[in-house]
């Protein structure tokens, strides 16, 4: 039987750790009155992600069905499991991630019903709060009773919620055909190796068009490797080759909330912006003046790239 306010939220995480997006969903739907949460857990000898979920303050129940197919994350196998799981849920939560943006839209096609994307704020039980053209009109959309609610979660909007929870561990049992047409075959480290996770870092370099090429990053990478932060850059460098585009910032990539933020030879279009509304201290470094990165910066620094990155090696000695 539905309830109006089970929530299911789908976990992200990469066997092993639980992707801090499943935190910041929870902190979501907790602003639901009276909502009962319980957290998904598909994954392969995935206990420890089940254990680090159960441990989150606010969730009511873990399941999990740990099988050999749901080793790899690929949505076209997850998305039915997850749409039979649905079943005794009226929200159907998952993180506004690489992960969440493949996976929700074919639940909410197996369901039925259309996709809340982005959502960044509750109103009501049904009402909330999403972004659009690139984060400059906020919409409330609302949905009609009956019906199921399928939301990606705009994680940067949410804190994650702390440990502190003991909920329970249930093996959920799903029936579901899974397709054949979709398998696993390998999965190839992108070019970030081993920094830490753009979409969760405390701390974000981030290099543009202004860096001038792919030997230049190596600069940044270097920079940031020393102090073990993240790496991410524009749509512009992405474009020119400079970097892979699962580094892109922005509209079109991803959306991020560290606690700080510093550009290194970006303009800030709004589409750059917009992936950054939610950082807490934004630090630019540019070398025009005018550059309208500096109207949303906290710290501006006029300066030459080139010269600043090697400056900022030395004071670290
Ligand atoms: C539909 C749509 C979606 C988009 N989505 C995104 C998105 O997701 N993310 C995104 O970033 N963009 C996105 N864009 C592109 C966006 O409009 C801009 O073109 C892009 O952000 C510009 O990147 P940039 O700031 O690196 O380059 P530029 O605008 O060319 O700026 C380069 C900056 O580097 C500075 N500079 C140059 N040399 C140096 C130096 N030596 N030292 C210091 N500063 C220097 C320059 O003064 C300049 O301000 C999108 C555009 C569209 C139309």
């Known amino acids: 039987m539905m309830t109006t306010s089970g929530m299911l939220i789908v976990a992200e995480h990469n066997g092993g750790n639980l992707n801090q997006s499943t935190a ?3 902190t979501c739907a907790t602003s639901i009155a009276g909502a009962r949460i319980d957290v998904l857990v598909l994954g392969h000898e995935c206990s420890t992600v089940a254990a680090q979920a159960a441990a989150l303050f606010g969730v009511h129940r873990v399941l999990t069905v740990d099988r050999p197919e ?3 994350p690929l949505a076209a196998v997850l998305a039915p499991q997850v749409a039979e799981l649905a079943a005794g849920y009226g929200y159907i939560l998952g993180p506004s991630t690489t992960f969440g943006k493949d996976l929700m839209p074919r639940v909410a096609a197996l369901l039925g019903v ?3 994307s982005d959502l960044m704020a509750i109103v009501g039980p049904r009402a909330f709060q999403r972004p659009v ?8 959309v609302e949905v009609p009773e009956g019906l199921k609610i ?5 994680t940067a909007s949410f804190k994650p919620t702390p440990d502190g929870g003991t909920a329970e561990i249930t093996q959920a049992r799903v029936d579901a055909a899974l397709p054949s047409h979709t398998s696993f075959v390998e999965l190839r480290a992108g070019g970030g190796g081993a920094r830490p996770d753009l979409q969760t870092a405390r701390i974000v370099f981030s290099g543009g068009r202004g860096v001038g090429s792919e030997g230049n990053f190596a600069l940044l990478y270097a920079l940031a490797d020393r102090l073990g932060v993240a790496v991410g850059a524009s749509r512009a460098a992405v474009d020119a080759g400079f970097v892979p585009n699962d580094m892109q910032i922005g509209q079109t990539g991803k959306i991020i909330a560290p606690d700080l933020y510093i550009a290194f030879g970006i303009s800030g279009a709004i589409q750059h912006l917009t ?10 470094v540019n070398k025009d003046a005018e550059a309208p990165i ?3 910066a906290d710290v501006g620094l006029v300066a030459d790239l080139f010269q600043i990155i090697p400056e900022l090696e030395k004071k670290l000695g």
């Open 24 to 26: 910041r969903c929870v």
């Open 70 to 72: 749901n080793a790899a």
């Open 114 to 116: 259309g996709q809340i």
């Open 133 to 140: 053209y690139a984060g400059n009109v906020i919409v409330t």
């Open 150 to 154: 399928v939301a990606t979660v705009r």
């Open 275 to 284: 992936g950054i509304k939610d950082a807490g201290l934004i630090v630019a």
């Open 294 to 296: 500096f109207q949303v």
